[in-house]
């Protein structure tokens, strides 16, 4: 089938043959005795930009949801903000008589981390004052409107991502945001109306926002995952648990509200200021020493073919084999700042969004992606370049991006297109038909 693929888009090239252009240049050519046509080159002009990326979807079913900050010493600063609602298990609970709070724990339960977890943390949780819906999704630079006065302000030295911590009898890696008790007596004095349902409960406290920032500058800081995602009983679960006592009993009383069942988005922002590559973005000069990719809605990379064309220098050709080879920085990888292990590449069109390649369409696997040895990522864009050679898709180049960019925080530094040593590289192998 494949073969049949080729030769029709082979018969498709004798007919566009005659508006191509006859240069030949960065062709290494096998043998001129060679009978059977077959070319290959590995010379092709590329040409590579820093863009920023566009606002992500984000969604309350994600696997992740992220909080914290970082000092990167090569992307800058970075924030991931994580707002959500507060689901009411059960309908009109009642607090006997003057209940008064204790005190208040948002525990939010880890699903890993990315940065230095030794740094101080200084969290900050509001009210949001907008309503959310679980089963929509937000854009990932949309901030939500917020109620002035915080509810909570908690300084954390060194998280814990990896450590069990016992929370009212639960036992998980788990953070603990301690709030001002005046929250926690908003919700035990509340009309009888206000605590009916979930509907009347999110009209009445509708969510938390928490943002983060680091108290040293010195430091690098770290992005938190959280897990908001699992109802399953038998797994910790992420909560809001209130401590209080009342007229009515002589023990201190506790209240969970969870966080599970309900909507969870994330705000990302990026401070690019103090980054390896400043303002250098859309600039294909700066693209030839080295390029950045950045998850959480940061920058990814443009990637251009310009001079395509030259392949068609002795007539019409059918692609054997396109290989796009790009090679990670090792220089740039440090502990706490681990490179992406997958990336992805998509095209690019008239209006400059993304699509999938045919090649990943046809077979996601030999497409590839992964990390390889020798710290390259390496893609099979075979498809693509034939049909921009033979006409039937326009060339506006390609994005080179994190994949799960909502989901993790890593980073990833590549060679340009004229590294001295990591130089990104399209290698084909083709036939000429004539």
Known sequence: MQQCCLWVCAVALLAFHSCKKPETVGLNVLPTGDEAGLYSTDTLTL????????????????????????????FGRSAAALYTQLYLSGSSPTFGDN??????????VYSGYYGDTASTHHFTVYEIDEELNKDSSRYSHNQPALKPMPVGSYQVAG????????????????????????????????DAADLASVTTFNNFIKGLYIEDSLVN?????CILYFDLTSVNAALPQSRLIIYYHNDTSTTEQVFELNVNNGAHFNYFTHDYSVSAFG??????????????????????VRVDIPFYETLEGGGPVAVNKAILDV??????????????????LTGIDSSGLSYFLPDNLDNPVTFGGDLLSGNRFRFNIS??????????????????????????????????????????KLSVSYTILN
Request: aromatic share 8%; with cysteine; net charge negative.
């Open 47 to 74: 040409t590579a930009e820093v863009v920023r990326e566009d606002s992500l979807l984000t969604r309350s079913d994600f696997a992740a949801h992220l909080a914290g900050a970082v000092h990167d010493p090569v």
């Open 99 to 108: 209940p008064v709070c204790d005190s208040v724990v948002l525990a939010l």
């Open 159 to 190: 998280v814990q991502p990896e450590d069990t911590v016992t929370i009212e009898d639960v036992s998980a890696p788990q953070l603990a945001l301690w709030l001002d008790p005046a929250f926690g007596d908003k919700i035990l004095n509340a």
């Open 217 to 221: 500058a010195g430091e690098e800081g």
């Open 279 to 300: 303002n250098n973005f859309d600039d294909p000069v700066f693209g030839e020493g080295s390029v950045y990719i950045q998850s959480m809605s940061g920058v990814k």
């Open 327 to 344: 090679y990670v920085d090792e220089m740039q990888v440090t502990d706490n700042f681990p490179a992406h292990t997958r990336l992805a």
């Open 383 to 424: 498809r693509y370049l034939q049909q921009i050679l033979n006409g039937s898709r326009v060339n506006f180049g390609l994005f080179l991006v994190a994949t799960g960019a909502s989901v993790n925080a890593n980073r990833t530094v590549i060679g340009g297109t004229k590294h001295p040593s990591l130089s990104m």
